[in-house]
């Protein structure tokens, strides 16, 4: 079964700090792994893809299929930072066609001025 | 529209009511999904759609929850005979089909469910 786990609830740094979200996948297959966030009174929304391999906001995300992590990382935290972050699964359905995602338990993360 | 839409966005119910919480998704979206999210997790998968066709229903807890999408486009997720641990936020999604399927999803405001 495909499992996505981030230990951290809460995580709280000053603004400038660097920040690391933690995640852990178990898939059988061969994965794509996501992040997505949601911020105050907004949806939920994608922030970066492991395939695209791409920054958005400052943030990267690098999949290491040795220790199954995939840890969003920002250098320099800012106050906007702060969200909830949620890391999420690809998981085909039966018809094979889905990209259907199983999500973490989520991460809030607080960035102090 | 300029995003998917969700109704209503608060329902407080009573215990053994029917509920219905429609989902409009983005023009042209071929997929839709619904997902629920008890407080403090994060979204579980529900059931999926790709044009009017019901593709997985294999999170639907049990045979108390059913969703239609008869056109193709708009949703009801329906619940039957609600107790008190359906209380949730319910989410919708759609995204582009197959072939354009990038992975993401776009999410409503979701639709927090409350059962007395």
């Known amino acids: 079964a495909q499992r996505v786990t981030q230990p951290e609830k809460l995580l709280s740094v000053f603004k400038g700090a660097p920040v690391e979200l933690k995640c852990n996948y178990s898939?059988?297959?061969?994965?794509?792994l996501f992040w997505y966030v949601q911020y105050s009174r907004q949806r939920l929304q994608l922030l970066l893809r492991?395939?695209s391999r791409e920054s958005i906001k400052g943030f990267t995300a690098d999949l290491n299929k040795g220790e199954t992590s995939f840890h969003l990382k920002k250098p320099f935290a800012q106050e906007e930072d702060s969200a909830m972050y949620y890391c999420?699964?690809?998981?085909?359905?039966?018809?094979?066609?889905?990209?259907?995602?199983?999500f973490g338990s989520g991460t809030q993360l607080t960035v102090l001025p | 529209g300029a995003g998917v839409s969700q109704s209503p966005r608060y329902k407080v119910t009573k215990r053994g009511q029917d509920v219905a919480l429609r989902c409009d998704p983005i023009?042209?979206?071929?997929?839709l999904y619904w997902y629920r999210q008890a407080l403090g997790q994060g979204p579980e998968f529900l059931t999926y759609?790709?044009?009017?066709?019901?593709q997985d229903k294999s999170g639907l807890p049990n045979d108390r929850f059913s969703a239609e999408r008869p056109e193709g486009s708009i949703s009801t997720l329906t619940i039957q005979r609600t107790e008190q641990r359906d209380s949730a936020m319910y989410r919708c999604?759609?995204?582009w089909g197959q072939g354009a399927n990038t992975g993401e999803l776009f999410f409503g405001e979701g639709s927090r469910l409350t059962v007395l």
């Open positions: 898939y059988s297959g061969s994965p794509e």
């Open positions: 759609f790709n044009y009017e066709a019901q």
């Open positions: 999604a759609s995204s």
């Open positions: 492991h395939i």
């Open positions: 999420a699964l690809t998981r085909k359905t039966s018809s094979g066609s889905a990209r259907q995602l199983t």
């Open positions: 023009s042209g979206h071929v997929s």
